[in-house]
């Protein structure tokens, strides 16, 4: 299945819009083959952590906040969900 | 935002709240701080730009009397910060690799600085020699080595862009000319150098003092870095002297201060050598660009193409933002309906950069304004008339989204023109004289997402004086002045009356950040916000004994009373007085505001509604190049510029002579230079030259007075776009002078001979 991702930056390793996914995929297991194929550069999970960092990603599937989910992370997507992941920064110039 | 015309104390040139300790020497920075057991530290730097570290022995230095404490990057648990989560790519010190000449590699701290220093000389480093990339294009060569050890390439970031049709733009052209430009890389130029004391307390809380611009920046990287929660750190800024957005991140000095502390118990102090600042610390990145414009013949814009390299050193640091900010920000001040750009941010082993005032928009319109200055030579339009005529103005919508809802560019430009002389100039002049013009717009503040709104106390004290606390940091452009005028202005108070608390973490509402001339803005409104609160909480305890309802109440010139009957009424202190004694009643008025009606920046794209407060410069530079020597003698400058409402008209010409003054250095002379294997040679002010009043032409600014419909009592930022304009300005005015033009900063005297030998057949 394909899950749509919508973002607000260019994210490593993928190839336009859209991600071929396992069936059954849940949002944890999408965000971590995100980590993998952007060679680690993005890491979602602060470490020894098992939420997303708040303080560096905005998360939403099918544009409602992934926390306002009842299974949250553990949420399985359908072909055609559209998860956002956008950026948080610290700073600026 | 607020419709009231005449002001009490807005846009008065009143005392800056930091004046008077600035000149008697009574205000304390971090390096004349002091606390009891307090050891000193020094850092012991990299005599090599890159190399593996393959072992560092501290046993000795550790063995020396007086030494209590010594680290390497080992002792930090090896996490990497960075501003974005897809860059971090930078520890607090080196662990297996240096990047650059100078930079830390251990610290000691010690009873004394002489004994720290003794200690530096007994530890033993051995390194591994590795090939060094030192510009752009070595950093893109196929088979060049990688700098950062987090990162599969030496292409750190990247952003292409593509607002409005491009093709169509260039072929509706009517002439079209591309040009390359280089860029050097130049210090930061901040007077006080880093420095910091660190304390731990019982409970293993870190308590920071140090020299930062935007301390809640800091204490965010330290607490990912260090691996503790944001709530075991404390942060407290002393008097900053200076900063220009080189002093945003944590720097070693911060790291090593901490945890010397950590590991020794007492307080830690580490102040820095001016050496160690132009040798290892922020710089601007080096630039390589191309840029191509197309005109009608009446001289309209109708297309830009854009492509820039950016070398920063080895960190990402505000890097992306730089590459963003110069692709973003082509799209003002002039009208350009269709641009395209692509930008890449590349590693290489020279000191890390950050940016300087104006952050890279500053070299953008170096670029587009020299390359504006000889397409209109080219089609025979006058370099004023080609700036008016494509000149933004009110309502004018970007290509790639940002609205300028008030623009006074065409203003500025007709009125730096008329002062500066130039038509006048036409009809005679000196030989070897000339001048140069640029135009530049910087935004105040754009929404980059994350934590990003601005909040201000208020505390009102029982003898009727405000204390107004804030997380914008005063770091010499003169914000707690700004926000204690707008304070007094909204609360009918005398100046004097409004008094500036202290910016410390455990009292003070956190902030974004100081930088992109967004702190008059953002925390101007938040002020305004908060002197409201306060008064509608104050208004509700009066109105009972005034008779009147709480939204009937006023408050002006020291008293508060029943709007439509000034007669009934009380002195402001009694009012508070009221308040305090019968109620009760603490009396804080808190603000906060953002502008949540823009756009968040879209990285990918690059378009949106980016930033409210346009603020607008015109340019007009007057020199003389003596073509014996090549020397460039700055003689006037001149400013149109379009600040909004000046909240504080001296400090408001303070920040716009300044901006330009700045790059005045960067533009004729000022490099940090390396050699072939990337070492610094020129890091002391024996051999890196600033300019200085000697330096710098008579400056005038002419003020043009809009409103913005957001700003604060109608203002705008200010203090960045005097530094965009000036490069070219000075650009086009040497070759107005003598014809010649040079495209690679700095535009020495050297390069002026050359060329004009060039030019002459020689």
Not at chain 2, 19 to 38: C, E, N, Q, S
Not at chain 2, 621 to 646: C, F, I, S, W, Y
């Amino acid at each position: 299945m394909v899950v749509r991702i919508v973002s607000n930056f260019v994210i490593p390793g993928l190839e336009g819009e859209s991600l071929g996914v396992a069936e059954g995929i849940t949002l944890r297991q999408l965000l971590v083959e995100i980590s993998r194929i952007s060679e680690k550069r993005l890491e979602f999970f602060r470490k020894e952590s098992d939420v997303v960092d708040s303080e560096d990603w905005e998360i939403s599937i099918n544009n409602a906040p992934y926390y306002t989910q009842a299974m949250q992370l553990e949420t399985p997507l359908k072909d055609g969900d559209l998860v956002g992941i956008r950026i948080s920064i610290i700073g600026g110039g | 935002m607020t419709t009231k015309k005449e002001y009490k104390v807005v846009g008065k040139s009143v005392e800056r709240t930091d004046a008077r300790p600035k000149v008697t020497g009574k205000a304390r920075y971090a390096g004349d701080l002091v606390a009891p057991g307090m050891l000193h530290g020094k850092i012991l730097r990299s005599p090599l730009a890159h190399a593996n570290i393959v072992s560092i022995d501290t046993s000795k230095a550790k063995a020396l009397p007086g030494v209590m404490g010594v680290i390497t990057g080992r002792d930090f648990p090896g996490i990497p910060f960075g501003t974005r989560p897809d860059t971090r790519d930078t520890l607090p010190m080196p662990i297996t690799k240096v990047h650059h000449f100078g930079e830390g590699v251990a610290a000691v701290a010690a009873i004394d600085e002489d004994t720290a220093e003794e200690a530096l000389d007994l530890i033993k480093v051995e390194y591994e020699e590795l090939p060094v990339v030192l510009t752009g294009a070595d950093a893109l060569k196929p088979d060049a080595p990688l700098v950062n050890e987090f990162m599969k390439s030496n292409i750190c970031y990247t952003s292409d862009f593509m607002f409005g049709d491009v093709e169509k733009g260039f072929a509706e052209a009517d002439h079209i000319r591309e040009q390359a430009f280089t860029s050097q890389r130049v210090t930061v130029g901040f007077i006080e150098p880093h420095a910091c004391l660190a304390e731990v307390d019982n409970s293993g809380r870190i308590l920071l003092q140090g020299s930062k611009q935007s301390p809640y920046i800091t204490w965010r990287h330290m607490c990912r870095a260090l691996d503790i929660p944001l709530g075991n750190m404390r942060i407290l800024n002393p008097f900053v002297g200076g900063a220009f957005s080189g002093k945003h991140d944590p720097m070693d000095v911060d790291f090593a201060a901490v945890k010397l502390a950590e590991i020794t118990g007492r307080p830690v102090k580490i102040v820095l050598n001016y050496d160690e600042v132009l040798a290892a610390y922020r710089q601007r990145n080096a630039m390589d660009a191309r840029l191509r414009l197309g005109v009608k013949k009446n001289g309209q814009i109708t297309a830009l193409y854009a492509e820039n390299i950016l070398e920063g050193g080895p960190i990402s640091g505000i890097g992306p933002f730089n590459v963003y900010y110069f692709g973003a920000f082509l799209n003002i001040p002039y009208k350009i309906p269709a641009i395209e750009y692509h930008g890449k941010l590349v590693y290489a082993n020279r000191a890390p950069c950050g940016t300087v005032r104006g952050q890279e928009v500053v070299l953008a319109q170096f670029c587009l304004d020299s390359l504006l200055h000889m397409v209109g030579e080219d089609i025979g339009i006058d370099p004023v008339e080609i700036r008016a005529i494509n000149a933004v103005t009110d309502n004018w919508h970007c290509a790639n989204g940002i609205v300028c809802d008030i623009s006074g560019l065409p203003e500025c430009i007709e009125r730096s023109a008329a002062k500066i002389g130039w038509k006048e100039s036409r009809k005679n002049r000196p030989d070897g004289r000339g001048i140069g013009f640029s135009c530049a717009s910087h935004p105040s503040g754009p929404r980059l997402g994350g934590h990003f709104g601005s909040a201000v106390m208020l505390k009102l004290m029982e003898a009727g004086k405000v204390i107004v606390t804030h997380g914008g940091t005063e770091i010499g452009q003169g914000a707690n002045t700004v926000f204690c005028q707008m304070a007094a202005e909204e609360l009918g108070l005398p100046y004097e009356d409004i008094i500036q608390g202290v910016s410390d973490s455990d009292t003070t509402i956190f902030d974004s950040g100081m930088f992109g001339d967004r702190c008059t803005y953002w925390d101007g409104n938040a002020t305004i916000a908060a002197a409201r609160d306060l008064k509608k909480q104050l208004a509700e305890i009066i109105a009972p004994e005034l008779k009147a309802r709480p939204e009937d109440i006023e408050f002006a010139d020291g008293r508060v009373f029943v709007r439509d009957n000034p007669q009934q009424g009380m002195d402001f202190l009694r009012a508070v007085r009221r308040a305090y004694y019968e109620k009760g009643a603490p009396l804080y008025g808190r603000g906060y505001w953002a502008a949540t009606d823009i756009d968040i920046v879209d990285w990918k794209t690059g378009k949106g509604n980016l930033a409210h407060g346009l603020d607008f410069i015109a340019t007009g530079m007057e020199l003389d190049v003596d073509r014996e020597t090549g020397k460039v003698t700055l003689l006037r400058g001149v400013h149109g510029d379009d600040a909004g409402q000046p909240i504080n008209p001296a400090m408001l010409e303070g920040q716009v002579c300044g901006g330009s003054a700045h790059m005045t250095g960067h533009c004729l002379w000022e490099e940090s230079l390396y050699d072939e294997k990337g070492q610094a040679l020129n890091y002391t002010w024996r051999d890196y030259k600033q300019p200085t009043a000697l330096d710098v032409p008579e400056y005038f600014v002419e003020h043009v007075h809009t409103h913005d419909p957001y700003g604060p009592f109608g203002a705008k930022g200010a203090g960045e776009a005097s530094s965009c304009s000036t490069l070219a300005a000075i650009a086009n005015g040497i070759y107005d002078a003598v014809g010649v033009r040079i495209t690679d900063l700095p535009i020495t005297p050297e390069k002026i001979l050359a060329a004009l030998k060039a030019k002459e057949g020689k």
